[in-house]
């Protein structure tokens, strides 16, 4: 037996995996979001709490092969040498660094770091969030041992062993010619007294053994840390040929394509997350944007997600005119532009328009954000698509349609701990003595074709959909462009 841990933002599961990749047994436990306004912080023993809670659950006892951690990647948790909080957890979601993050566009640090290491800045990457402590709260960090991403806190609890691996340590700080940190990077954000906190990056994955009993876990069970969750849903996806992308519907869109090289001389877009292969890097896309805006639409307009094929079909593509901007995050949005202050809208409405044409607009939105993304990141190649918003089946042959492509839906459930399984035994399965049919892990369980009406007609929406943005950037710069300033 395997066991994958996905540290999710509001909701931590475990999932065991007998050897040809089948199922065994799926736990998980909700967990909360705190704070206020631009304040998005959790409760870091909640979080281990739940992690060490679904464990013991899935487990049943049994000594795992392999427990593989991956989780929600960037925020800031700051912890002792023992994996305590210093402090409540700084979500990726928090933007209190957004104004650090507009100074650093409006004079050329952030695009200064882009060349570096091919990442830009959004307030709630772990760069912004530790300057913007050392400014603040600066007793915070003297008192804490790292600065570590969510999987990290836990593979610490769990083993004793401070680390991270490639794709965590990607944003912001990794050269990725060198694959160490870049001493200038920090320098850039005014960090470098600050390097000590950064963790270790191991030169495969994290690896330790668990220790008293943890979690119900036998002494000296094998447990991997990483890579976070983007890469590690592409893994579990079977993504890893350049071209191939990966579509994660959930609450937000991680949009991911395999690229052979860091863009470091293009427009600054995105990240570029590191792999095992110093020849491949996830480009990742991962807009703030996702499942979050129809939940809204779905609330606002008194409906329910169970509705949601009933919605789809009740009104025609493009909705009767009503269109939608999906970007309601607080924060803006990071890709595939970095405007703190994008901001959600409908357009088209009159007295006619239903509360089917509301969420269609919004489902098409999304999906038009989508493809945006993919399209920057270089899709060439197949992609696959998983994430809780592709289990409706209305909505993601509306995706195949706006993104002109058969969609391979990966095998469940949970894609990212099964791609932590795969990467935890790729980098450690001659310790183990095991290996893994990795065809058969992967294989997708469908693909959904587009409808070519369906993509005709979503050509020319989304070309619509592209000048509605820019008209929107635009106004959100204001007269003299002073609240954009220095925007890509």
């Known amino acids: ?57 899935v487990s049943e006892g049994q000594a795992p092969a392999l427990v593989a951690i991956t989780g929600q990647g960037d925020g800031l948790w700051l912890v002792d040498a023992e994996g305590r909080a210093v402090r409540p957890a700084m979500s990726w979601m928090d933007g209190r660094a957004g104004g650090l993050v507009a100074g650093w566009m409006a004079d ?73 940190y870049a001493p200038e990077a920090l320098a850039d954000l005014g960090l470098g007294h600050r390097a000590g906190l950064l963790p270790p990056i191991a030169a495969t994955l994290p690896y330790g053994q668990a220790r008293g009993h943890i979690a119900g876990l036998p002494d000296g069970t094998p447990v991997t840390g990483g890579p976070y969750d983007l890469p ?115 357009t088209g409405l009159d007295l006619r328009a239903t509360r089917a044409d509301l969420v269609r607009a919004m ?4 999906a038009f954000a989508a493809r945006h993304c993919l399209e920057a990141a270089g899709l060439t190649g197949r992609l696959a698509v998983c994430g809780g918003g592709a289990r409706n089946p209305a909505w993601l042959r509306l995706f195949a349609d706006v993104l002109g492509r058969p969609l391979r839906v990966a095998r ?27 065809a058969r892990w992967t294989a997708p369980e469908a693909v959904i074709d587009p409808d070519p009406a369906g993509v005709a007609y979503y050509e020319h929406a989304y070309a619509d959909y592209l000048f509605r943005v820019e008209s929107a950037r635009n106004r959100w710069a204001g007269p003299a462009g002073a609240r954009g300033a220095g925007r890509p």
Request: proline share 7%.
């Open 1 to 57: 037996m395997f066991v994958g841990l996905d540290m999710g933002t509001s909701v931590v599961k475990a999932a065991a995996f007998a050897d040809d990749g089948a199922t065994l047994r799926v736990e998980s436990m909700p967990i909360s979001l705190g704070g206020q306004g631009e304040h998005v912080e959790q409760d870091i023993e909640e979080v281990v709490r739940a992690a060490t809670g679904v464990l013991a659950a």
């Open 108 to 180: 050329g640090t952030a695009e200064r770091l882009y060349r570096r290491t091919g990442n830009v800045l959004f307030p709630g990457s772990p760069g912004p969030l530790l300057a913007w402590l050392d400014r603040h709260e600066p007793q915070s960090l003297d008192a804490a041992t790292t600065a570590a991403c969510c999987k990290d806190v836990v593979h610490l609890r769990l083993t004793g062993e401070r680390g991270t691996d490639l794709s965590d340590a990607s944003v912001p700080f990794l050269d990725p010619r060198t694959r160490t």
């Open 232 to 346: 590690a849903s592409a893994t579990g996806a079977g993504v890893t040929e350049p071209g191939d992308g990966l579509l994660i519907v959930g609450t937000t869109l991680a949009c991911q394509v395999v690229v052979e090289r860091v863009a470091l001389d293009e427009d600054p877009v995105g990240f570029h997350l590191a792999t095992a292969r110093p020849d491949r890097h996830m480009r990742a896309l991962p807009a703030m944007t996702g499942t979050v805006a129809l939940d809204w639409v779905l609330g606002l307009t008194g409906t329910t997600h169970d509705q949601l094929s009933e919605l789809l079909d009740a009104t025609p593509r493009g909705a009767r005119g009503v269109a939608a901007l999906p970007y309601l995050s607080p924060s803006g949005e990071r890709v595939p532009f970095v405007d703190p202050t994008a901001r959600a809208e409908f």
């Open 363 to 366: 489902c098409e939105a999304i």
């Open 412 to 438: 469940g459930p949970e894609p990212g701990a099964r791609g932590a399984v795969l990467a935890g035994v790729a980098a450690h399965g001659d310790t183990l003595g095991r290996q893994l049919d990795v």
